[in-house]
Nanobody
Framework: QVQLVESGGGSVQAGGSLRLSCAAS????????MAWFRQAPGKEREGVAA????????YYADSVKGRFTISQDNAKNTVYLQMNSLKPEDTAMYYC??????????????????WGQGTQVTVSS
């Protein structure tokens, strides 16, 4: 059974940091584009960052460049999202997703096959 389990969400004040984790199991972790998406109430889902499990340059939404860092640990089948300098507009449910493909420049439009249940991030001003 495929599982993507997110953790690490919480409530922080503006300027603070959080690190999200996404533990993958039940499928072949290698050769996948792993991504983080987020969705705030009343807003469309937004692609935040993506990384290919085989290595290469990660991708970021303009809104998080310079503040967020996506990384992975192949030995643990886990993807991370380090979020620094958090802003109230970063408040959202954050989801991990996976698709067996290379990450490309329009990764956020891919049909991701697997999704986690999400972890809530709330940033107060």
């Amino acid at each position: 059974q495929v599982q993507l389990v997110e953790s690490g969400g919480g409530s922080v004040q503006a300027g603070g940091s959080l690190r999200l984790s996404c533990a993958a199991s039940g499928y072949t972790y290698s050769s996948n584009c792993m991504a983080w998406f987020r969705q705030a109430p009343g807003k469309e889902r937004e692609g935040v960052a993506a990384i290919y499990t085989g290595g290469g340059t990660p991708y970021y939404a303009d809104s998080v460049k310079g503040r967020f860092t996506i990384s992975q640990d192949n030995a643990k089948n886990t993807v991370y999202l380090q979020m620094n300098s958090l802003k109230p507009e970063d408040t959202a449910m954050y989801y991990c997703a996976a698709v067996r493909a290379l990450c490309g420049i329009r990764w956020y439009r891919y049909d991701f096959a697997h999704w986690g249940q999400g972890t809530q991030v709330t940033v107060s001003s």
